[in-house]
C-alpha cells in the first residue's frame, strides 16, 4: 500500500491539555484501479472520537486500521465498509497509536476521486459510574413512583 499523506494536526490532540480538543483535516486522492492508498493519522490518543465523511467519484472499499493492524497478515479494521457516492462514520480510538484510513480499489473499473474530512476530538475525561449493587443476588434498583420492595 502507498502511503500518501500523514495528518499531523492529529498529533495536537496527544499534547492537549484541554479536556476537549479538536483538530481535522480535508484530504483530496487518486485511487488508480487496482490499486490502494492510505491516509495515516498519527499519534491518535485512546478514547479519542474520530469521524470520517467521505465522498467518491466510484466504488471504493473503505477501512481504519491502526499501525500494528495494517502490519498483520489478517487485519482487524475499527471500520470497514463500500462506498459508492458518499459516506460518514465514527470510531473510539481503542489505543493510542498512529492509523489509517485505506481506500482500496484493487477491484475498481477504472481510477476513483475521493475527498475525505477527517476530524478528531479528544473526549472530555468522564468518571466511571460505579456498577450497580447486588442485595440478595439481584440488582437493587430504584424506580420512580414505585415503593421499595420489603
Known sequence: MQRVLALGCAALLA?????????GA????????????????????RGAV???????????LIALVSAAQLKSPKPEPLFRGAVDSKMSFKVVIPEA???YLVLDNRRGAGPVKAT???RAERGA??????PPSKKGGKLNEARAGAAPAA
Open 26 to 45: 480535508q484530504v483530496s486522492i487518486e485511487v488508480p484501479q487496482g490499486k490502494t492508498k492510505t491516509v495515516r493519522l498519527r499519534q491518535l490518543p
Open 50 to 60: 474520530v469521524g470520517v465523511a467521505i465522498s467518491v467519484s466510484g466504488k471504493l
Open 15 to 23: 499534547c492537549a491539555a484541554l479536556p476537549c480538543v479538536a483538530a
Open 125 to 130: 475525561a468522564r468518571p466511571s459510574e460505579p
Open 116 to 118: 475525505a474530512t477527517i
Open 97 to 99: 497509536s498512529d492509523y
